[in-house]
């Protein structure tokens, strides 16, 4: 799909959306200070959308239909409510109900979590790019079943 066309989200439901704002480009790293919204509200903005691809794997009983993909990436437009598609990724069987995400507040990635009750779920680091772009940069497992939260504590660890 080309980026530059506006596309409606997807219809699968649930979806957990999470508004992030990149960092530019020249600098990958904000100041050591709490992070701030460099975008401002009036700019375009990124949402990561996770969605659910496998409900028979969740504790709960969902409505809607399950993604075909698990992650998507689109530009939000305030001045006109628009959003664009950059980005579809996350193979179902890979990225398994992608339940919760953090943005990271000094460093362009973006943390999500699986949510399974057969397996343990898996917490996936993308790198992510003002363009929407991403890159897998890290994979680790959760620990436990059904994990449905994260966080990052005071130190961003």
């Not at 530019?24 to 375009?44: L, R």
């Not at 709960?60 to 628009?82: C, M, Q």
């Not at 399974?116 to 772009?133: C, K, P, S, T």
Request: some cysteine.
């Amino acid at each position: 799909m080309a980026p530059n066309v506006s596309t409606r989200m997807p219809s699968h439901i649930p979806s957990m959306i999470t508004r992030v704002s990149t960092l530019s480009e020249a600098s990958p790293v904000a100041e050591d200070s709490v992070w701030t919204d460099e975008m401002g509200a009036a700019s375009d903005q990124l949402f990561f959308v996770t969605s659910y691809s496998d409900f028979e794997k969740l504790a709960h009983g969902p409505r809607g239909t399950e993604a075909k993909h698990s992650i998507y990436v689109y530009r939000f437009h305030p001045s006109d409510g628009s959003l664009v598609l950059l980005n579809v990724f996350g193979d179902p069987n890979e990225v398994t109900n992608p339940a919760f995400t953090r943005f990271h507040p000094k460093l362009n990635v973006v943390y999500t979590c699986t949510e399974d009750i057969e397996n343990n779920g898996q917490i996936f680091a993308y790198a992510l790019a003002a363009n929407g772009e991403t890159r897998q940069i890290g994979k680790v497992d959760a620990g436990g079943t059904s994990t449905c939260y994260l966080e990052l504590d005071k130190n961003q660890k």
